[in-house]
Structures are given as structure tokens and as C-alpha cells.
């Protein structure tokens, strides 16, 4: 092992010592150091390496720790035999595919095919591309990562920092839900107790929590039509009877030509603060309008209210459920599009019987959320951060609103904006008919631009002539060479 040449291409933003041991992990695991032959000395490591000897003496004694080296008085490190045994156990066995019929037919077996559903598709490398006009991801450089930080080190510190580690089975961290209910949804005028509260992993996870306990074949669900492409395949993944309902440039259709289809529901799902994915806001006069026919025809409503923190209008509507006198209204929200989409943490608020029965089903699919990531959160929402990033990044998004709006106008004047408001990160765009914005896209990425197609986003008809751009994750100065970029492959 001390002829081997070992090499490692450094990270600048990781530490030496985690990279190392990262890289000889990798290695014992994969069987390429002998386990009867030492490892480099500590100094030969360090000259190959590059770095302290000090490093070097630290990662192999973390791997001792760790049981992936042993230490022999005199003779060095040596892999430890014990931590190739999964490797070894599995180059054992073997796989007999010569009698194709005795191998299981999973296509006769499956219930459902939640792989055939056409979902949106965002490349994992989004952030290589120069003009990543990608919608739901956000710009690191914004990010608090010193404060964020600070609240990881003291949820692990303290007379509480073990609690993290306990079983909870059903229950939720107490801290979090308290913020949850003095700070955040007080926002959005909704006033919730313990008991109505249930923390989740997203909004995807309170809507499938929601479809399993409510939905069958013999549930009908009306659906916004453009609309979120998750939600519905969600819905009738339980089979579901879903019903499209046409929107406008205020939202989701409430008059007297849609009330009947209206009432011939069991629960409608709606983005009322800003309408997926055109941004529409659904008016006052709508949303009282919604209520009443929900009381009348007896059906409840499902209120995704995904981006309300960096909601950017100036008079925001309150939540639905807000208004709401008589528990027709869930309410989700999620901490996805104000704080990371990484971060997959979420909530929803209900009727307390409902929220009983999820929490109850939430138990038999992962009991419940990491406490380690719910006290971390609820360190930076009571110690202010969260407050302050919130005015930051408002402000911040502002900014690049105004520079999306002017370069649109100027870039690509044949797209016709379709809500004045739009989203808070991102804005929907129709362009002329027959024009086809999937071979857009296509052309656009060979060029290092990222957008949008908006076809995915109809359930019906699926016209190629809609676009978003989303602008939360590109850098401002950005924004206008890459429309420019963008409306000289248009023309």
C-alpha cells in the first residue's frame, strides 16, 4: 500500500480532514486496500497529499474510531476486516437468471404506476447553467448559512440537545409548533391550537396524507386547470374522480357558469394566494364567494398556500382559513420557497378530528418528522433570523421582479404576461399561438439557459405556447443578458 498513489482534488469549501477521510473511506469500502498490507505512514501521506501531518494523524485516528482501520504498535494502520465484510458477503452471492419464468412479473403485481405520471423534470445540475431560469430552487449566495448554522450547533447543545434523538413516536417538536402558531400563521390570519397542528415533510406529504385518508374512486376532486402537476397525480393515485376547473387572470373561475360544477364536488384543491403556476391572486370577492358555496353544496376546501411568506404584493390577501367559520378549510403550508427546498419541512392545519386521524396515519409511514431538523428550524424562527432573511429576501426578489418585467418587455415581446402580479418567484408567460416552447427549452439549454415548457401544467388540451421563468435562483445581473440571450433564439 505505501507504493499506491492515493490523490484527492480538493474542495475549497469543505474541510482537508473531511475530504480525507471521505476518500479512504471510499476506498476500504470498496475493497481496494489490502487489509494485510499498512497504509502510508502519516508523513509519506501528508507529502502525497500535500497537506499537515497533523491532518493525516486526526483521519486515521477518527478511522480507528470508526472502525475502519486498526492500529498496530510499530507497524502502522491496517484496513480493518470487519469493514469490508458487506463487500465481501456480496461478491458471494449469485443470481440465477437462466429460468426466466421463476423471476417475479412486478408489472402483474403493482397497484398503482406512479412512475407512468408525467411530472416536471428540472435537471440535478441546474446550478452549472449561466441563466438557470429554473423555478423553485433558490440563490445560495442569499442564504444565512453563519445563522443557520449557529441554530445546528445549539439544537445539538444545551440540556435539550439529546432530545433529538428520542423516539416521538406521533408527536411534533413543542418549540416548533408554538412558532408555528404565534408567529408564522398569525401572518396569514389564522389563529390555531397544539391540536390543529400537524408538522409534515412538505407539501407533496400533507397532500398525499390528505388523499389517503379522504379519497377513492368515489371522490370527486376539483383541480385548478393550469394547475400543480403533483397534486393531481397524487389524487389519482387513490383513484380519485378529478374534476378541471378553468382559471383567469384572478385565479380559479367562482361564478354562476362554474358553480355547478362546483357543487357536485367532495374537496377542491386551490392556490389562492398565488395561483400555480400562473400567479394569479384569488380576489376578495371570490374567496368569500368560494365559502359560501363550500357551506352550500357541502364540499371542503384544500388550501396550498406554498409561497405566502415572500408573498411580494402590497396588500396580501389573508388565508382562506382565515375566514373560515366552519373547519371547510386544510390548510398547508411550507418552509420550501422561503427558506430551501431542501429543507423539506412543512404543515398542515385542520379541523382537530382530521388532524388526529393524519397524525395517527403519519405514525405508520415514518412516525414522525426529525426533531433534530424541527428544533433547528425552531431556533431560527425564535431567535429572529428567520424575520430578518424574510425582509431580505423580499426585498431581494423585488429587485429582480422589476428586472424580469423590464427585460421581458424588451427581449421577448411577443409573450404575453398572464397575471400582472405573478408569482413571488417566478412569472407565467403565453406565447404566440403555435409556437412550441418545449424545442425552445431544448435549444435554450444548449445555449446554458434554463426555463420552463408550461405544457406540463394542463390537464387537458396541453398547449406548448406557455413558458415560466422562474428568477429565484439566478443571480440579478443575470437576468436581462440571459432573456437577451433567450429572445435571439426565439426570433
Not at 438557470?132 to 445539538?156: H, T
Not at 400562473?278 to 371542503?300: I, M, P, W
Not at 398556500?305 to 396580501?316: C, F, G, K, R, S
Request: glycine share 6%.
Amino acid at each position: 500500500m505505501s507504493e499506491q498513489l492515493i490523490h484527492i482534488e480538493f474542495d475549497a469549501s469543505r474541510t482537508l480532514n473531511e475530504q480525507v477521510r471521505e476518500h479512504l473511506v471510499d476506498m476500504i469500502v470498496a475493497g481496494r486496500i489490502p487489509v494485510d498490507i499498512p497504509l502510508p505512514s502519516s508523513r509519506n501521506m501528508a507529502k502525497m497529499l500535500g497537506i499537515s501531518r497533523n491532518t493525516v494523524m486526526q483521519v486515521y485516528e477518527d478511522l480507528v474510531d470508526m472502525e475502519y482501520l486498526t492500529a498496530a504498535p510499530r507497524q502502522g494502520y491496517f484496513v480493518n476486516k470487519d469493514a469490508q465484510t458487506c463487500k465481501m458477503k456480496s461478491e458471494h452471492i449469485q443470481v440465477d437468471n437462466a429460468n426466466s419464468e421463476r423471476l417475479v412479473d412486478w408489472d402483474k403485481r403493482f397497484n398503482t404506476r406512479p412512475g407512468n405520471k408525467k411530472n416536471i423534470v428540472k435537471p440535478s445540475n441546474w446550478a452549472r447553467f449561466e441563466y438557470p431560469f429554473i423555478y423553485g430552487q433558490v440563490d445560495p449566495q442569499l442564504f444565512p448559512e453563519n445563522s443557520w448554522r449557529e441554530c445546528g450547533y445549539m439544537a445539538l447543545s444545551g440540556y435539550k440537545s439529546k432530545h433529538w434523538s428520542h423516539d416521538w413516536v406521533d408527536g411534533d417538536y413543542c418549540l416548533l409548533v408554538d412558532q408555528l402558531r404565534s408567529k408564522i400563521l398569525p401572518r396569514r390570519g389564522i389563529f390555531a391550537e397544539t391540536s390543529e397542528i400537524l408538522v409534515t415533510i412538505g407539501t407533496q406529504n400533507s397532500l398525499y396524507i390528505l388523499a389517503n385518508l379522504l379519497m377513492n374512486k368515489d371522490t370527486k376532486v376539483g383541480v385548478e386547470d393550469p394547475g400543480f402537476p403533483d397534486a393531481r397525480n397524487i389524487f389519482s393515485t387513490f383513484n380519485a374522480d378529478i374534476r378541471f376547473l378553468p382559471v383567469d387572470e384572478e385565479g380559479l373561475k367562482v361564478d354562476a357558469e362554474s358553480e355547478k360544477a362546483l357543487s357536485e364536488l367532495d374537496y377542491l384543491y386551490i392556490t389562492p394566494s398565488h395561483q400555480v403556476p400562473t400567479g394569479a391572486v384569488l380576489s376578495s370577492a371570490r374567496r368569500a364567494k368560494l365559502l359560501e358555496l363550500a357551506e352550500k353544496h357541502d364540499f371542503v376546501l384544500i388550501e396550498d398556500d406554498y409561497d405566502a411568506e415572500i408573498n411580494l404584493q402590497a396588500n396580501v390577501q389573508p388565508a382562506l382559513r382565515a375566514a373560515d367559520r366552519n373547519n371547510r378549510v386544510i390548510y398547508i403550508g411550507s418552509m420550501s420557497k422561503s427558506i430551501a427546498p431542501g429543507l423539506r419541512l412543512g404543515f398542515m392545519v385542520a379541523d382537530e378530528d382530521l388532524i388526529y386521524e393524519a397524525r395517527s396515519l403519519r405514525r405508520l409511514m415514518y412516525r414522525h418528522v426529525p426533531v433534530l431538523n424541527q428544533r433547528q428550524l425552531a431556533l431560527f424562527f425564535s431567535r429572529g433570523y428567520y424575520d430578518n432573511y424574510l425582509r431580505k429576501l423580499r426585498e431581494h426578489y423585488e429587485q429582480k421582479l422589476s428586472l424580469m418585467k423590464e427585460g421581458i418587455a424588451e427581449h421577448l415581446p411577443d409573450f404575453f404576461q398572464q397575471s400582472s402580479t405573478s408569482g413571488a418567484t417566478s412569472i407565467w408567460l403565453k406565447g404566440p399561438e403555435g409556437f412550441d416552447t418545449e424545442q425552445l427549452a431544448w435549444k435554450a439549454a444548449k445555449n446554458g439557459i434554463l426555463i420552463e415548457p408550461g405544457s406540463i401544467h394542463f390537464a387537458e388540451g396541453q398547449p406548448k405556447n406557455y413558458l415560466r421563468l422562474g428568477f429565484s435562483a439566478i443571480q440579478s445581473e443575470k437576468i436581462n443578458p440571459g432573456l437577451q440571450l433567450l429572445g435571439k433564439l426565439i426570433d
